[in-house]
């Protein structure tokens, strides 16, 4: 079964609090305990060193001299917390300064064979039941008792381990606490990585696997977070936005091009079988198969256009740059319409700058678009009107202008028109040849030639088609 991320973060979490559990519990104890062990050792060493001295100084080479031990070791009980053994050279237990039960034995007479005073050279300490006469272990020290070289006597100091584990426990209670001050801070980073991090990234994967079903007007995703999960979850909006205006597109680039092939095809059929079938007599079939040849035509027009905007779809036309005459390739383009304006009685209108400039483009790519944009104003211009090609200059473009006095276009498919097999619901009447691609290749070229293309139209007053193409340098 797969996992979430907030089940993985969540064990993450939880072997984080386990493992530092442990840590705090084994390792941070023994460390605390240990270096504690090490400071009281050195402070014994330091207050036998000086109870040792004390004894001493008011000694000559006996302990016997002492005068009342209780007085002269009462403020030294009392300086650490912690007890002292006197002993004389024979080992024997001169003095104690525990008066507590402590001791497994009577601390009268007590002699202590197995002492080694070598055990504790250089600092050295023990933990043991001090040779088994305390009942728990204890930390203990030793420091001669000398005068001129003689040895006379050792000093005990010893303190029982318990004392040294409460104290570790002591400061492990404080880690401990600190452990878990920290933990319950922590899980505002939990939280925060669930409420900015898992639940949006949950609505963004539901909203995928809605959008791969196809339901593409799927509204759940509400994630508003300014942020790089933000930018995603905009990005798959807009991703399900085209991806639905491309479903929507599709239907239609199906509905047209079937519309567009289907119109011919039917028109073919129709006036052969009318000619077979005897419904057209002989003598007129040249007149109808002069239509069938025209929308023949028409058929190889729309395949060839097709053809070449799927061959472009990926890489774009393929280009030839070269320097030519723009106000030659107009004029060579207006004499192809002559006929077609002289039936409709347009007036075609040139207007060339005063200046010239060559044009830096593919020309045979330029005579299309010029040849789409005079063949669309013509078939949408009323008869009788007229059409004005303008060549301009300005900085380091030059600028061609197809404006025409017919339907214009509605403000609502301005947008649209570049789709391929996309008619308005104006032009449908009146469009019965065109095979509704040629203003996608005009897109297709002048994008190729990374140069820009716009319409300016207004319904029932006309439409003006301007695109830009780079000077030549010369």
């Not at 909006?237 to 680039?253: A, D, G, I, T, V």
């Not at 011919?264 to 006036?271: D, E, F, Q």
């Not at 005897?278 to 002069?290: A, C, D, R, V, W």
């Not at 339907?407 to 032009?427: C, E, H, N, V």
Request: aromatic share 12%.
């Amino acid at each position: 079964m797969k996992n979430s991320i907030l089940t993985k973060f969540f064990i993450g979490y939880f072997s984080f609090a386990v493992l530092g559990f442990l840590l705090i519990t084994y390792w941070s104890t023994n460390l605390i305990y240990n270096h504690l062990l090490q400071e009281d050792a050195k402070e014994l060493n330091n207050y036998s060193a000086i109870v040792a001295e004390n004894i001493a100084h008011v000694t000559e080479s006996s302990l016997d001299d002492i005068e009342n031990p209780d007085e002269f070791f009462s403020d030294f009980n009392e300086v650490l917390d912690c007890n002292i053994l006197i002993l004389d050279s024979e080992k024997k237990l001169i003095y104690t300064t525990d008066k507590t039960q402590a001791l497994s034995t009577d601390a009268n007479n007590i002699v202590i064979e197995d002492f080694n005073p070598n055990d504790y050279t250089k600092g050295k300490y023990r933990i043991n039941k001090l040779y088994n006469i305390y009942k728990t272990n204890t930390l203990s020290v030793v420091h001669n008792i000398e005068k001129n070289n003689t040895i006379y006597g050792y000093v005990v100091a010893h303190m029982p381990t318990s004392f040294i584990k409460k104290s570790s426990y002591d400061v492990t209670f404080i880690f401990f606490v600190t452990y878990v001050i920290i933990l319950i801070l922590s899980l505002i980073i939990f939280f925060n990585f669930m409420w900015f991090i898992y639940l949006p990234l949950k609505q963004i994967r539901l909203a995928a696997m809605e959008y791969a079903k196809g339901n593409f007007k799927y509204e759940g995703l509400k994630v508003n977070n300014d942020d790089e999960i933000g930018d995603v979850a905009s990005s798959l909006k807009y991703m399900s936005k085209q991806l639905n205006n491309s479903r929507e597109y599709q239907k239609n680039f199906i509905s047209n091009i079937s519309h567009d092939f289907r119109s011919p095809l039917t028109s073919i059929k129709g006036y052969i079988e009318a000619m077979m079938d005897g419904t057209i007599p002989p003598e007129e079939h040249n007149k109808y198969l002069s239509i069938v040849l025209s929308e023949a035509n028409r058929l190889e027009k729309l395949t060839s256009g097709l053809r070449d905007l799927n061959s472009w779809s990926s890489t774009g036309p393929e280009l030839i740059f070269e320097e030519f005459n723009m106000e030659n390739v107009v004029a060579s383009t207006v004499e192809t319409f002559q006929g077609s304006c002289e039936k409709k009685h347009i007036e075609l209108i040139i207007q060339f700058p005063p200046k010239h400039y060559n044009a830096y483009a593919d020309k045979g790519k330029i005579e299309q678009v010029l040849y789409n944009l005079l063949d669309n104003a013509i078939k949408f211009s009323n008869a009788g009107s007229k059409i004005i090609i303008k060549i301009y200059n300005r900085g380091d473009k030059i600028y061609c202008s197809v404006k025409d006095f017919g339907m214009g276009i509605p403000a609502g498919s301005l947008d649209k028109i570049w789709q391929r097999f996309y008619k308005t619901d104006l032009s449908r009447g009146r469009d019965k040849t065109g095979s509704g691609i040629g203003l996608a290749i005009v897109k297709e070229i002048i994008m190729a030639h990374n140069e820009h293309i716009d319409v300016i139209s207004t319904e029932g007053v006309g439409t003006e088609f301007v695109f830009s193409l780079k000077r030549a340098k010369k």
